[in-house]
């Protein structure tokens, strides 16, 4: 199966710094990449998505790239505010109806 | 429009009682999932459903059980529980067609003892 792997597992950001979050995969039949944020004690919820034909994709500071011959894409926050503070997990899948693989998480924490 | 909803959100179970997490969307998706997310592992999949009709295991199915009961119920079943068991456990569902985001119930935090 799909093996997901999301590095870093902590990371710290002064405010108005840029974070980056990198995961890995290994199955080439992926296609789809989502990236969710959890608050504490909150569900998952999307922030952004990329679909294997597209190599990046922006919406306003929050920005994902996908290199898939190096089975490698990146979640890039900038400007950051406290209120981006919170676990980001990556994922990867071949679509609705599939499975999802996540990876372990990034607890990202923004200090004032 | 509720989204996805789970019930109980809380549970204590002792080793070996059994129970029934539910699950309903009122989104009128397809595919239906159920997760675990322990600390330091992320989501694991436990069951999905890819439509109504249709169940498959994930990464981590061992003593689970599911039923899609229609196409908004969705239902994980612990026959007998086991202190490993004891985690946060997510419902989730997503549209086949236009989109893949996956939509996220509230969570049900279950201790077993």
């Keep these: 199966g799909e093996n997901v792997e999301q590095h870093p597992s902590t990371l710290s950001v002064q405010e108005g710094d840029s974070a980056v979050i990198k995961c890995t995969y290994s199955d080439s039949a992926s296609n789809y ?6 608050e504490l004690g909150k569900r998952p919820q999307l922030i952004i998505d ?3 034909n597209v190599g990046e994709k922006k919406d306003q500071r929050i920005a994902v790239t996908l290199n898939k011959t190096a089975k490698h894409f990146s979640l890039h926050i900038t400007e950051t505010q406290p209120e981006d503070s919170a676990v980001y997990f990556c994922a990867a899948s071949m679509g609705t109806g599939n499975q999802f693989y996540f990876g372990t998480g ?6 004032p | 429009n509720a989204g996805v909803t789970q019930t109980p959100k809380f549970q204590v179970l002792k080793t070996g009682q059994s129970m029934t997490l539910q699950c309903a969307q009122d989104m009128n998706h397809n595919s239906m999932y159920w997760y675990r997310q322990d600390p330091g592992m ?3 999949l436990i069951y999905y459903s890819a ?26 079943r612990l026959e007998s529980a086991a202190p490993s068991q004891t985690s946060v456990y997510f419902c989730a569902s997503s549209e086949a ?12 935090r279950l201790t077993v003892t």
């Design chain 1, 33 to 38: 990449f989502p990236w969710y944020k959890q």
């Design chain 1, 50 to 52: 990329i679909r294997s």
């Design chain 1, 106 to 111: 990034t607890s990202l924490t923004v200090i």
């Design chain 2, 42 to 44: 992320g989501l694991r």
């Design chain 2, 51 to 76: 439509s109504e009709g249709t169940t498959d295991k994930g990464e981590v199915p061992n003593g689970y059980n599911v039923s899609r009961l229609n196409k908004r119920e969705f239902s994980l």
């Design chain 2, 97 to 108: 067609d236009r989109s893949y985001e996956q939509y996220f119930g509230p969570g049900t």
